[in-house]
């Protein structure tokens, strides 16, 4: 920081309507009620819908649900690629309470606080921590690197920690619908939270390489692949139906050597309606190999009851049926997140960009498409991103979500001490740049000394402690 300046204190900013770049929510005006409304009503007045609805369901959940999923991933993932194309299984569905609810039944049936270690790709999804943690599990950082996954850094410590696990016996009993894996490696390769960065496909093809030789398991929350837009003109909106590169689940299925139908393979793959439905219907699913769900479809509490969101599982298996979901993505949800994302990336640039601030790479694989909810911001060194983001909230009324909150917890080897998410999706259009606008005060004020404000700001348990609000 510079020298304080002898510029007058910035006032307390009660007076000013917050503006809220933190919460990773959608907009209300986004949310498809009227089409959920209808699903609703066709799923619960035919009694051969609504009665399996109300009752008990299968372990592995709605089958019309895993029915449809399948065949609309089958059209999603069907890219002419390397990895060929998607064929349609229903046996690789396993229907789940969302990403999140998923995670920990995952680490219920194939982890195992002794033998398992978690890797997490930094800056990470930070809610998904406690769920770790709460499994019992030891967990460490690896960067993203410049293709997505530091490959090099993960390899280290996959061997290092081996060297330290050897001998270790399993706490848990082994049961035969499960498998223990030794490394569970766990990130978002597309469009990411919280760095809206995109791994490449030679990463993944590697990543995949790697988890078959340590025995881990990669985890991927795929919950933004369908909401993307070009970031140039010359970018072709056609093909914008479609995924713009294969999950990491697609490339272990045809990876050579593909797993046979006995194995249960190195990836799964956590899909979401909570970003393109509504995160209240608390409804998702799980894709991995035919083996591999079934073991999932045994976790306890799917055992007892069947699947989470039996009934509302017949209302999303409706509005895939309809294609309406689809509908609403393409005509909808990605407009709207395409203008919200270019406002704020020129606010960026306007704004932003001549304090020395520097916004994320938007390219993914030299395609000019960009994705999901956020933008990561680089401050200028000598700037700190949990300063400017106390600052923010006190002197300006915004909240946005300073980078340390995205360091794995208990790993302190990677930090974000510069850095910024911020989130285009929550706050209202109209006050998108106004709010980069008060981001660009509060750093020119950090910047050039100004003394702050007093008053009561974010702190860091303010934000740890209110964390599961923010997303
Ligand atoms: C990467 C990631 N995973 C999981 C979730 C939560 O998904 P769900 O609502 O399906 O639990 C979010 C929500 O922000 C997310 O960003």
Redesign the pocket.
């Known amino acids: 920081m510079t020298k304080h300046k002898m510029a007058p204190t910035p006032a307390v900013a009660k007076e000013k309507k917050q503006i809220n770049l933190l919460r990773?929510w959608p907009n209300p005006s986004l949310l498809p009620i009227p089409l959920i409304s209808a699903a609703s009503q066709t799923a619960l007045s035919n009694p051969d819908i609504s009665i399996p609805g109300l009752l008990y369901g299968p372990d592995p959940g709605y089958q019309p649900l895993r029915e449809e999923i399948s065949r609309w991933m089958g059209r999603f993932y069907s890219y002419s690629g390397t990895s060929g194309s998607q064929e349609e299984d229903p046996e690789r569905i396993c229907i789940t309470g969302?990403?999140?609810?998923n995670l920990a039944c995952v680490l219920q049936v194939f982890s195992d606080p002794v033998k398992t270690r978690v890797w997490m790709v930094a800056p990470c999804?930070f809610?998904?921590c406690r769920i770790f943690g709460d499994a019992g599990l030891r967990v460490g950082a690896v960067g993203e690197g410049s293709e997505g996954v530091d490959l090099e850094g993960l390899e280290r410590r996959l061997i290092e920690s081996e060297e330290e696990d050897r001998g270790k016996q399993l706490l848990k009993q082994p049961r035969p619908w499960s498998k223990i894996y030794r490394n569970i490696i766990y990130c978002?390769p597309t469009f990411s939270?919280p760095s809206g960065k995109t791994m490449t496909l030679s990463c993944r093809k590697k990543l995949v390489q790697i988890a078959r030789k340590y025995d881990a398991l990669i985890i991927t929350?795929d919950?933004y692949d369908c909401l993307q837009w070009p970031t140039s003109p010359r970018s072709s909106t056609s093909s914008l139906s479609k995924a713009i590169l294969p999950r990491m689940v697609d490339i272990d299925r045809t990876l050579e050597p593909a797993p046979g139908s006995d194995s249960f393979g190195n990836t799964m793959s956590?899909g979401?309606f909570?970003?393109i439905a509504g995160?209240g219907v608390?409804t998702?699913w799980a894709e991995a190999t035919p083996k591999f769900v079934y073991g999932l479809s045994q976790c306890g509490s799917s055992r007892s009851g069947g699947a989470p969101s039996q009934l509302v599982a017949t209302m999303m298996a409706e509005l895939l049926r309809s294609r309406e979901l689809e509908r609403h993505i393409r005509e909808v949800l990605n407009p709207a997140y395409e203008k919200r994302y270019g406002i704020m990336m020129s606010a960026i640039q306007e704004h932003l960009m001549p304090l020395g601030v520097r916004a994320g790479e938007v390219n993914a694989d030299g395609k000019e498409i960009f994705g999901g909810y956020f933008l990561w911001i680089e401050l200028p060194k000598e700037v700190s991103a949990e300063v400017v983001a106390d600052r923010a909230k006190v002197e300006e009324n915004l909240i946005v979500a300073p980078g340390y909150i995205f360091e794995v917890e208990n790993d302190p080897s990677i930090k974000f001490q510069n850095s910024l998410r911020l989130c285009f999706s929550w706050v209202e259009e109209k006050n998108l740049e106004d709010g980069v606008k008060r981001l660009a005060t509060v750093v020119r004020n950090v910047k050039e000394g100004v003394s702050p404000a007093q008053g009561e700001g974010l702190g860091k348990n303010g934000v740890k402690g209110e964390m599961g609000e923010f997303?």
């Open positions: 990773g969302g990403a999140s609810q999804y809610l998904a978002v939270n929350d919950v956590n979401s909570s970003k995160p608390r998702g997303r």
